[in-house]
Nanobody, 123 residues
Framework: VQLQASGGGLVQAGGSLRLSCVAS????????MGWFRQAPGKEREFVAA????????DYSDFVEGRFTISRGNAKNTVYLQMNSLKPEDTAVYYC?????????????????WGQGTLVTVSS
């Protein structure tokens, strides 16, 4: 499956962005979807994941209720709505897919990755 992420940009602290990731090439519903991020000089870290139906989600602790992951299977798209953004949320955000039955946080397990979209939050 090929993944194309978009929606990043420059936003002031407290603002919002909505990231999108469009999948192509295989049946979208066979994949769990995840969002990860990588700040300069840091390792890529888990942000959120969603199961095939959208009914089960998981978030990293730092999200603190500010982000929402969802998916539109009819559009082969996964979203990450980010509210109340902080400067420490500045990073390249990547979407990822894996044909696992259960969602999980480990980045090494995801087989497919998008190219990343840059989110910059100014103070």
């Amino acid at each position: 499956v090929q993944l194309q992420a978009s929606g990043g940009g420059l936003v002031q602290a407290g603002g919002s962005l909505r990231l999108s990731c469009v999948a192509s090439g295989r049946t979208f519903t066979r994949y769990i979807m995840g969002w990860f991020r990588q700040a300069p000089g840091k390792e890529r870290e888990f942000v959120a994941a969603v199961n095939w139906s959208g009914g089960i989600t998981d978030y990293s602790d730092f999200v603190e209720g500010r982000f929402t992951i969802s998916r539109g299977n009819a559009k082969n798209t996964v979203y990450l709505q980010m509210n109340s953004l902080k400067p420490e949320d500045t990073a390249v955000y990547y979407c990822a897919a894996d044909d696992s039955q259960f969602i999980y946080r480990g980045r090494d397990g995801y087989d497919y990755w998008g190219q990343g979209t840059l989110v910059t939050v100014s103070s």
